[in-house]
């Protein structure tokens, strides 16, 4: 018997952030119905993927923007998932709104369906900068949204934030923190910003247009974000997510303690018996290789895990979370004790203060959360 999650993608946004390389697609409104009867079709299929006694504890719902398509299009996608999979009574479903495709009646709709947590994407909630990146929704529009949310019944809200984000200043930063904070989400995300390559953010840093904080400023941004958190009850959990007690998303630690789960539709992953695989990014084909009755043709096979690369990858996703590497915990799924098998890298990491190895567990330090890239390289 086993606990697994499921994640469905959805493909399409209203317009594409000026930062973000995602699989998602602006101006592809007319392929989504069909895209959705595919995904139908794809959920049906792969429940012969799992075992009869598995069940499923989690399922996210996320994009691109899901909450860009009707929202029976969400409901009827969500009965085929009750319908094909086991899923646990308590399950926590969580749909990613971004602000500007959300109305009270699709909020209504989803909590009918079951849905019980949401995660919306804000960004910042300086409107200048909204418009900088290229949100489509301003301050406002996020806060009205946030307010129908609560009213409507929703307990278990994210909001997500960006840090070190173009003219973005240490003042601005805490400032939308502030605000944030007033409003009481269960759960904050805050990710520093990632300069993706070919997109139009990129283009503009490259031309001059724009200008990024420099490192000791995203440095100082990371820590004034986590101090004040912590101040406020939120519990850092993971690098870059901040939440009350027990409302930590089960989605998140599963995947971070490596437990399993199908991912659906466009280019979502899975992880299931040791396996990892994903389904291709071009949406055409996708479609077709499903109306053709080939969507064995969706998927591409990353990794067939041996015990090896298991445990790297476990000390690896462990070392993200704040709680790090439980020894015991590891000992007992892989018979092995971390400390010996990885003794080389482990020294090489204490030496550098990069982590603190305390009777039962392998935690990062806190020049190890700044550097959290080296410390996973060695375990990559
Ligand atoms: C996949 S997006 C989906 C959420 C929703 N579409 C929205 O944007 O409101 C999830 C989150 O990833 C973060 N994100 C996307 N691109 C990023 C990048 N290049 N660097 C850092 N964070 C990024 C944003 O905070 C975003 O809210
Ligand atoms: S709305 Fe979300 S998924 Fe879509 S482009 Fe913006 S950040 Fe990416």
């Known amino acids: 018997m086993k606990e697994l999650g499921i994640y469905l993608h959805i493909p399409f946004c209203k317009q594409k952030c000026y930062y973000c390389d995602f699989v998602s697609f602006a101006g592809k409104e007319q392929k989504q119905k069909e895209y959705v009867k595919c995904l139908v079709k794809e959920i049906q299929e792969k429940k012969s993927k799992i075992n009869k006694d598995d069940y499923i504890s989690t399922i996210y719902i996320g994009g691109g923007t899901p909450s860009y398509l009707d929202s029976q299009d969400i409901t009827e996608i969500l009965k085929v998932v009750k319908e094909s999979y086991p899923i646990q009574e308590q399950a926590e479903i969580t749909i990613e709104v971004n602000p500007g495709t959300v109305t009270r009646k699709k909020l209504q709709q989803y909590q009918e369906t079951g849905i019980n947590r949401l995660s919306i994407g804000l960004q910042s909630c300086d409107n200048g900068l909204l418009k900088e990146i290229g949100r489509i929704h301003t301050y406002e529009e996020f806060l009205d949204t946030y307010q129908v949310a609560r009213k409507v019944g929703f307990h278990n809200i994210n909001v997500d934030l960006m840090l070190a984000l173009p ?214």
Not at 212 to 233: A, F, S
Not at 245 to 274: D, F, I, T, V
Not at 300 to 310: G, P, R
Request: aromatic residues 10%; negative net charge.
């Open 167 to 380: 003219g973005q200043t240490i003042l601005n930063l805490k400032d939308s923190l502030e605000k944030i904070m007033k409003l009481d989400p269960e759960h904050i995300s805050v990710y520093s910003l990632i300069l993706e390559e070919g997109t139009k953010l990129e283009r503009k840093i490259q031309n001059n247009e724009l200008t990024l904080p420099d490192e000791e400023t995203e440095r100082q941004m990371y820590w004034y974000v986590k101090n004040t958190l912590e101040l406020n009850g939120y519990i850092h959990y993971e690098i870059s997510n901040f939440a009350k007690p027990g409302y930590e998303s089960k989605h998140n630690l599963n995947c971070w303690k490596q437990k399993e789960y199908l991912g659906l539709g466009l280019a979502a992953h899975s992880y299931l018996n040791q396996e990892r695989f994903h389904n291709i990014e071009n949406l055409e084909q996708y479609i077709s290789n499903i109306k053709d009755k080939k969507s064995k043709e969706n998927i591409i096979l990353d990794e067939k895990q041996d015990v090896e690369s298991q445990m790297k990858e476990y000390m690896l996703l462990s070392l993200r979370t704040i709680q790090g590497v439980n020894i015991a915990n590891f000992k007992q799924k892989f018979i092995q004790n971390p400390i010996y098998l990885y003794h080389k890298e482990l020294d090489y990491l204490v030496k550098n203060k990069l982590i603190e190895i305390e009777s039962n567990q392998i935690q990062l330090t806190a020049k190890g959360l700044d550097l959290a890239n080296l410390v996973w390289e060695e375990f990559i």
